[in-house]
C-alpha cells in the first residue's frame, strides 16, 4: 500500500516544498503581469489621449451628446465650455440617453443631472455622475 510507506516526517517536508514551488511560481507570475500591466497602463493611456470622441459642432448649446461606445457624454452648458461625464447614471447602471436644456436625462427611471457639473436634478439618483477627461484640440473632442 502505498498510503502505508509514507512516512508522517516527510509529509510537512513535502508540503512546505510544493508550497514554496507555489509561491515562487505566484510571485513570477505576478512580478510578469505587474511590468507588463505597467506597460499596457501607458500604452492604454496613449491610446486613450488619442481617441476623437467628436467635432465640436455635435455638442449644441445647452445640450450634449452620449456617446455610447466610450461610456461618455459630452455636454456644452455655455457656448464653448465643453464637460464631460460617465454616461452610466448613477442609480441603477443605465445609460443615459438625452441631454437638452441643461439636463442629462436617464431614461430608465428619469433621473436627471446637471449638464454643467454632473449634479443630481432628480432622482432616484442619489449621486452626481463621475466627471470625465475631455481635451479640445480645434475643433475636435478627445478623450484626454
Not at 104 to 118: K, L, N
Amino acid at each position: 500500500m502505498a498510503s502505508e510507506s509514507l512516512h508522517p516526517a516527510s509529509a510537512p517536508a513535502r508540503r512546505t516544498v510544493i508550497a514554496a514551488a507555489g509561491a515562487a511560481g505566484l510571485a513570477v507570475a505576478l512580478t510578469a503581469c505587474g511590468s507588463e500591466d505597467s506597460a499596457s497602463s501607458d500604452a492604454d493611456a496613449d491610446s486613450d489621449s488619442g481617441t476623437v470622441l467628436g467635432s465640436i459642432s455635435e455638442i449644441p448649446d445647452g445640450g450634449g451628446k452620449v456617446f455610447g461606445d466610450q461610456g461618455v457624454v459630452v455636454t456644452q452648458p455655455t457656448t464653448g465650455q465643453f464637460k464631460a461625464f460617465s454616461s452610466k447614471c448613477t442609480h441603477q447602471g443605465c445609460a443615459v440617453k438625452d441631454v437638452a436644456d441643461g439636463v442629462i436625462v436617464c431614461p430608465c427611471h428619469d433621473s436627471r443631472f446637471s449638464a454643467t457639473d454632473g449634479s443630481v436634478k432628480q432622482g432616484p439618483a442619489t449621486e452626481p455622475l463621475p466627471a470625465a477627461r475631455i481635451k479640445v484640440e480645434g475643433d475636435e473632442i478627445r478623450l484626454a
